[in-house]
Antibody
Framework: EVQLVESGGGLVQPGRSLRLSCAAS????????MHWVRQAPGKGLEWVSG????????GYADSVKGRFTMSRDNAKNSLYLQMNSLRPEDTALYYC??????????????WGQGTLVTVSS | QSALTQPRSVSGSPGQSVTISCTGT?????????VSWYQQHPGKVPKVMIY???KRPSGVPDRFSGSKSGNTASLTISGLQAEDEADYYC??????????FGGGTKLTVL
């Protein structure tokens, strides 16, 4: 059974940094691309970033480009999202999600439960 | 990276059919056969209902079907049931290792 467990969320002041993690199990992690998707309170889904199986290809939404960095450690079956220069509009539930293929090129097929990030002074 | 366009809300009575549209461009919906639809009940994690435009994961009722014409994808739910009331989102590959979601559609079963 595919399991994705996010951690690292919390309350942070504007301009500060936060690092999210996602622990994956139940599938061969290094065979699949991965994504981060977020959902602001009461709002819709927004794709944030995607990474290929070997970290060779990474994409970012324009809203986070230059501030967020996505990475993965296949030896640890883990995914990360380093978020710098956080803004109030980054407040959201952040989901770790699996791609059906090796590159980050298809809509996700499995989701974690999410970790809440709140950016506020 | 503009969001795909979905109607804000649709409604139907039990047993009826409804269709939710998802309009993009030739750079996303129209350019790839990688469109998925997700159902999200309040406070729950999204669930994939359709992938690759018209394929259904195991366990999803065949009342749910997907299609695409040009830059517009569609989700049709036939034989509406009360438990279908939820938010629905489309998502498409948009090139250069990016995805784009629609704004979401609230389905009300009258």
């Amino acid at each position: 059974e595919v399991q994705l467990v996010e951690s690292g969320g919390g309350l942070v002041q504007p301009g500060r940094s936060l690092r999210l993690s996602c622990a994956a199990s139940g599938f061969t992690f290094d065979d699949y691309g991965m994504h981060w998707v977020r959902q602001a309170p009461g709002k819709g889904l927004e794709w944030v970033s995607g990474i290929s199986w070997n970290s060779g290809s990474i994409g970012y939404a324009d809203s986070v480009k230059g501030r967020f960095t996505m990475s993965r450690d296949n030896a640890k079956n883990s995914l990360y999202l380093q978020m710098n220069s956080l803004r109030p509009e980054d407040t959201a539930l952040y989901y770790c999600a699996k791609d059906p293929g090796r590159i980050a090129g298809r809509p996700v097929d499995y989701w974690g439960q999410g970790t809440l990030v709140t950016v506020s002074s | 990276q503009s969001a795909l366009t979905q109607p804000r809300s649709v409604s139907g009575s039990p047993g009826q059919s409804v269709t939710i549209s998802c309009t993009g461009t030739s750079s996303d919906v129209g350019g790839y056969n990688y469109v998925s639809w997700y159902q999200q009940h309040p406070g729950k994690v999204p669930k994939v209902m359709i992938y690759d435009v018209n394929k259904r994961p195991s366990g999803v009722p065949d009342r749910f079907s997907g299609s695409k014409s040009g830059n517009t994808a569609s989700l049709t739910i036939s034989g509406l049931q009360a438990e279908d009331e939820a938010d629905y989102y489309c998502c498409s590959y948009a090139g250069s290792y990016t995805l784009v979601f629609g704004g979401g559609t609230k389905l009300t079963v009258l």
